[in-house]
Protein backbone atom coordinates (compact mmCIF):
# COMPACT_ATOMS: atom_id res chain seq x y z
CA UNK A 1 0.00 0.00 0.00
CA UNK A 2 1.37 3.61 -0.86
CA UNK A 3 0.64 6.76 1.46
CA UNK A 4 0.72 10.17 0.03
CA UNK A 5 0.67 13.20 1.08
CA UNK A 6 0.44 16.52 -1.80
CA UNK A 7 1.67 19.87 -0.96
CA UNK A 8 2.11 23.22 -2.20
CA UNK A 9 -1.29 24.93 -2.33
CA UNK A 10 -2.20 28.00 -1.81
CA UNK A 11 -3.81 31.45 -2.78
CA UNK A 12 -2.35 33.13 -5.92
CA UNK A 13 -3.35 35.61 -8.15
CA UNK A 14 -4.52 34.79 -11.96
CA UNK A 15 -1.62 34.44 -14.39
CA UNK A 16 0.91 33.13 -11.47
CA UNK A 17 2.70 29.82 -11.04
CA UNK A 18 2.67 26.72 -8.16
CA UNK A 19 4.36 23.68 -7.67
CA UNK A 20 2.33 20.94 -5.97
CA UNK A 21 4.42 18.04 -4.44
CA UNK A 22 3.16 14.65 -3.57
CA UNK A 23 5.43 12.35 -1.07
CA UNK A 24 5.00 9.23 -1.38
CA UNK A 25 6.15 6.61 1.41
CA UNK A 26 6.64 3.03 0.76
CA UNK A 27 9.66 1.34 -1.10
CA UNK A 28 7.12 0.73 -4.47
CA UNK A 29 6.39 4.32 -5.30
CA UNK A 30 8.82 4.04 -9.06
CA UNK A 31 6.45 0.97 -10.22
CA UNK A 32 3.52 3.24 -10.10
CA UNK A 33 2.67 5.25 -12.76
CA UNK A 34 0.86 8.11 -11.20
CA UNK A 35 -1.76 11.02 -11.69
CA UNK A 36 -3.27 14.42 -10.54
CA UNK A 37 -6.55 15.27 -10.19
CA UNK A 38 -8.74 18.15 -8.76
CA UNK A 39 -12.17 18.67 -7.34
CA UNK A 40 -13.72 21.81 -7.78
CA UNK A 41 -16.74 22.22 -5.18
CA UNK A 42 -19.92 20.48 -6.28
CA UNK A 43 -17.90 18.89 -9.16
CA UNK A 44 -16.66 15.73 -9.31
CA UNK A 45 -12.70 14.43 -9.43
CA UNK A 46 -11.72 15.41 -12.97
CA UNK A 47 -8.02 14.01 -13.96
CA UNK A 48 -5.10 16.63 -14.48
CA UNK A 49 -1.82 15.03 -15.38
CA UNK A 50 0.24 11.32 -15.14
CA UNK A 51 3.27 10.46 -15.53
CA UNK A 52 4.78 7.33 -16.45
CA UNK A 53 6.80 4.64 -13.81
CA UNK A 54 9.71 5.85 -14.97
CA UNK A 55 9.02 9.43 -16.39
CA UNK A 56 9.13 8.72 -19.92
CA UNK A 57 5.43 9.70 -21.07
CA UNK A 58 3.05 12.17 -20.02
CA UNK A 59 -0.85 13.11 -20.26
CA UNK A 60 -3.13 16.19 -19.79
CA UNK A 61 -6.58 16.35 -20.23
CA UNK A 62 -6.74 19.39 -22.64
CA UNK A 63 -7.05 22.64 -20.75
CA UNK A 64 -4.08 21.95 -19.08
CA UNK A 65 -1.59 21.41 -21.94
CA UNK A 66 0.78 23.93 -21.99
CA UNK A 67 0.51 25.00 -18.21
CA UNK A 68 0.81 22.57 -16.26
CA UNK A 69 3.60 20.10 -16.05
CA UNK A 70 3.72 16.74 -14.26
CA UNK A 71 7.24 15.57 -13.49
CA UNK A 72 8.43 12.42 -11.21
CA UNK A 73 11.74 12.16 -8.99
CA UNK A 74 11.80 8.01 -8.21
CA UNK A 75 15.14 8.29 -5.96
CA UNK A 76 12.92 11.10 -3.70
CA UNK A 77 9.62 8.83 -4.06
CA UNK A 78 7.82 12.24 -5.49
CA UNK A 79 5.58 13.56 -8.01
CA UNK A 80 5.46 17.15 -8.54
CA UNK A 81 2.81 19.61 -11.01
CA UNK A 82 3.89 22.67 -12.08
CA UNK A 83 1.06 24.65 -13.29
CA UNK A 84 1.40 28.18 -14.79
CA UNK A 85 -0.77 30.68 -15.97
CA UNK A 86 -3.22 29.85 -13.11
CA UNK A 87 -6.66 30.68 -13.87
CA UNK A 88 -9.68 31.05 -11.51
CA UNK A 89 -10.87 28.16 -13.13
CA UNK A 90 -8.35 26.08 -11.59
CA UNK A 91 -9.10 26.67 -7.78
CA UNK A 92 -9.85 23.20 -6.36
CA UNK A 93 -8.66 20.44 -3.99
CA UNK A 94 -5.44 18.89 -5.90
CA UNK A 95 -4.63 15.17 -5.37
CA UNK A 96 -2.26 12.57 -6.42
CA UNK A 97 -2.50 8.75 -6.71
CA UNK A 98 -0.71 5.80 -7.83
CA UNK A 99 -2.34 3.96 -11.43
CA UNK A 100 -3.45 0.61 -9.96
CA UNK A 101 -4.78 -0.52 -13.19
CA UNK A 102 -3.81 -1.43 -16.62
CA UNK A 103 -6.50 0.46 -18.32
CA UNK A 104 -6.87 4.19 -19.17
CA UNK A 105 -4.44 6.88 -17.65
CA UNK A 106 -7.49 9.51 -17.97
CA UNK A 107 -10.06 7.47 -15.57
CA UNK A 108 -10.45 8.55 -12.12
CA UNK A 109 -11.50 4.70 -11.74
CA UNK A 110 -8.12 3.74 -12.14
CA UNK A 111 -6.17 5.15 -9.36
CA UNK A 112 -6.24 4.36 -5.76
CA UNK A 113 -4.43 5.13 -2.47
CA UNK A 114 -5.78 9.31 -2.53
CA UNK A 115 -3.78 11.03 -0.19
CA UNK A 116 -6.04 14.48 1.52
CA UNK A 117 -5.26 16.68 -1.15
CA UNK A 118 -4.24 20.64 -1.03
CA UNK A 119 -6.45 23.43 -1.99
CA UNK A 120 -5.25 25.87 -4.87
CA UNK A 121 -7.61 28.81 -4.73
CA UNK A 122 -6.68 31.52 -7.73
CA UNK A 123 -8.14 34.88 -7.76
CA UNK A 124 -9.11 36.93 -10.40
Known amino acids: QVQLVESGGGLVQAGGSLRLSCAAS????????MGWFRQAPGKDREFVAA????????FYTGSMKGRFTISRDNAKNTVYLQMNSLLPEDTAVYYC?????????????????WGQGTQVTVSS
Open 51 to 58: ITCNGDTT
Open 97 to 113: APKVSDSSYYVTLNYSY
Open 26 to 33: GRTFSSYA
